[in-house]
C-alpha cells in the first residue's frame, strides 16, 4: 500500500491524540482545530478499513488495531522530532523555550537561583517555569523537564539524577524546651510531628549497622514544605526538613536540629523527560548545568 504525505500527517495526528488522551487536547497541542484532528483521524480509519479508537462523550480508547497501529505512528512521529534535535544541535549558540516544573519550595530556594545563572550565561534560551507540588503530566503539558523527588514508574520516561538532598529532624526551641529533647529513636513517638503528605508517614534512620523506622503523628499536615517548616518553627512538632530550608533558621535560632548523631535517607532529586528530549542541545545544557549547580552548592549541617 502506498503511503501518500497526507496519510504521513494523518498518522502523527493519531499519534498525537493517543498521547495527548483526547481530540482536544491534542489539536492544542499540535496547533489544529479538533475539526480537523477529527476529520484526520475518520480518514484514516477510512483509508485503513478499520476502527483505530473507540470513542465516548468523554473518553477515548485504543481498539486491538489502534494499539497495533499507534506503535509504528509513534515511531513515525519520533524520528520526525529527532531530526529536527539534530538539526537544532547544529546551531552554534542554544536557543528556543524551556518549559520546565518543579515543587514550589525547591524551586524557589533552589531551582530559581540556579536558573537566574543560567539565563544570564544563555540569553538567547527562553524559560517557562511552572511552581507546583502537584505531579504534572509533563507530556499533556508540554514540559521539557520535571524536577522531581523520584523518578516516576512509567517506562515512557526518562530521569537523570541532579542532585541529593540530605535531610535533618529539628524542632523549634519552644517546642523542645516544652516536650523535651529526643535522644533515640523510641522517644521519636512520643513528639507530636507536622507531617508533609507528599512522603511516607514513616521517619527511617541509622546509626552505625542498626536502621529503624518510627511512624509519626500529628495534628498539621500539609503538602506544601513552606508551610511545613513554618509550622514547625511555629512550635508545633518535630519535622524532617531539607538541609538547605533549615540551615538558615538553625543559624537564626528558630529551629534547633535532633538526634544529629542519625542518619536520615537522603532526597534524590531527579530531571524527569520525555524519551529523546535529553538529546536536545538546550535541555541537555541545562541539566548538564543543574548537576553542576547542586554539586557546589551542596549544604550539611
Known amino acids: 500500500m502506498d503511503i501518500s504525505f497526507d496519510q504521513l500527517k494523518s498518522m502523527v495526528v493519531f499519534a498525537q491524540v493517543v498521547e495527548q488522551g483526547s481530540l482536544s487536547a491534542a489539536a492544542k497541542h499540535i496547533n489544529l482545530s479538533r475539526a480537523v484532528v477529527?476529520?484526520?483521524?475518520?480518514?484514516?480509519?477510512?483509508?485503513?478499513?478499520?476502527?483505530?479508537?473507540?470513542?465516548?462523550?468523554?473518553?477515548?480508547?485504543?481498539?486491538?488495531?489502534?494499539?497495533?497501529?499507534?506503535?509504528?505512528?509513534?515511531?513515525?512521529?519520533?524520528?520526525?522530532?529527532?531530526?529536527?534535535?539534530?538539526?537544532?544541535?547544529?546551531?552554534?549558540?542554544?536557543?528556543?523555550?524551556?518549559?520546565?516544573?518543579?515543587?514550589?519550595?525547591?524551586?524557589?530556594?533552589?531551582?530559581?537561583?540556579?536558573?537566574?545563572?543560567?539565563?544570564?550565561?544563555?540569553?538567547?534560551?527562553?524559560?517557562?517555569?511552572?511552581?507546583?507540588?502537584?505531579?504534572?503530566?509533563i507530556m499533556q503539558q508540554g514540559i521539557d523537564i520535571a524536577i522531581r523527588g523520584a523518578p516516576l514508574a512509567d517506562s515512557g520516561l526518562q530521569a537523570v539524577k541532579l542532585s541529593v538532598l540530605p535531610m535533618c529532624l529539628c524542632g523549634s526551641p519552644e517546642y523542645l524546651n516544652q516536650y523535651g529533647r529526643p535522644k533515640k529513636p523510641a522517644d521519636l513517638t512520643k513528639h507530636q510531628w507536622v507531617i508533609y503528605k507528599l512522603t511516607s508517614g514513616n521517619i527511617e534512620l541509622k546509626k552505625g549497622t542498626r536502621s529503624y523506622s518510627v511512624a509519626t503523628k500529628g495534628g498539621i499536615s500539609t503538602n506544601n514544605?513552606?508551610?511545613?517548616?513554618?509550622?514547625?518553627?511555629?512550635?508545633?512538632?518535630?519535622?524532617?526538613?531539607?538541609?538547605?530550608?533549615?540551615?538558615?533558621?538553625?543559624?537564626?535560632?528558630?529551629?534547633?536540629?535532633?538526634?544529629?548523631?542519625?542518619?536520615?535517607?537522603?532526597?534524590?532529586?531527579?530531571?524527569?523527560?520525555?524519551?529523546?528530549?535529553?538529546?536536545?542541545?538546550?535541555?541537555?545544557?541545562?541539566?548538564?548545568?543543574?548537576?553542576?549547580?547542586?554539586?557546589?552548592?551542596?549544604?550539611?549541617?
Open 225 to 301: 514544605a513552606a508551610a511545613r517548616t513554618a509550622f514547625i518553627e511555629g512550635g508545633h512538632g518535630l519535622g524532617r526538613i531539607p538541609v538547605y530550608d533549615a540551615w538558615p533558621k538553625i543559624k537564626a535560632g528558630t529551629l534547633e536540629q535532633v538526634m544529629s548523631d542519625y542518619q536520615l535517607s537522603d532526597i534524590n532529586i531527579f530531571g524527569v523527560f520525555l524519551p529523546g528530549a535529553g538529546n536536545t542541545k538546550k535541555v541537555r545544557l541545562l541539566l548538564d548545568f543543574l548537576k553542576d549547580y547542586f554539586a557546589k552548592q551542596q549544604v550539611r549541617v
Open 38 to 137: 477529527s476529520y484526520h483521524i475518520k480518514k484514516l480509519e477510512t483509508q485503513l478499513g478499520v476502527t483505530l479508537l473507540n470513542r465516548s462523550t468523554r473518553t477515548i480508547g485504543l481498539t486491538e488495531a489502534g494499539s497495533e497501529y499507534y506503535q509504528r505512528c509513534r515511531i513515525i512521529a519520533e524520528q520526525a522530532f529527532a531530526a529536527n534535535q539534530q538539526i537544532e544541535n547544529l546551531k552554534n549558540e542554544p536557543q528556543g523555550l524551556i518549559k520546565i516544573t518543579c515543587p514550589v519550595n525547591v524551586g524557589l530556594q533552589t531551582i530559581i537561583p540556579a536558573l537566574n545563572q543560567f539565563k544570564t550565561l544563555y540569553p538567547k534560551i527562553d524559560l517557562d517555569v511552572m511552581l507546583t507540588d502537584e505531579v504534572v503530566n
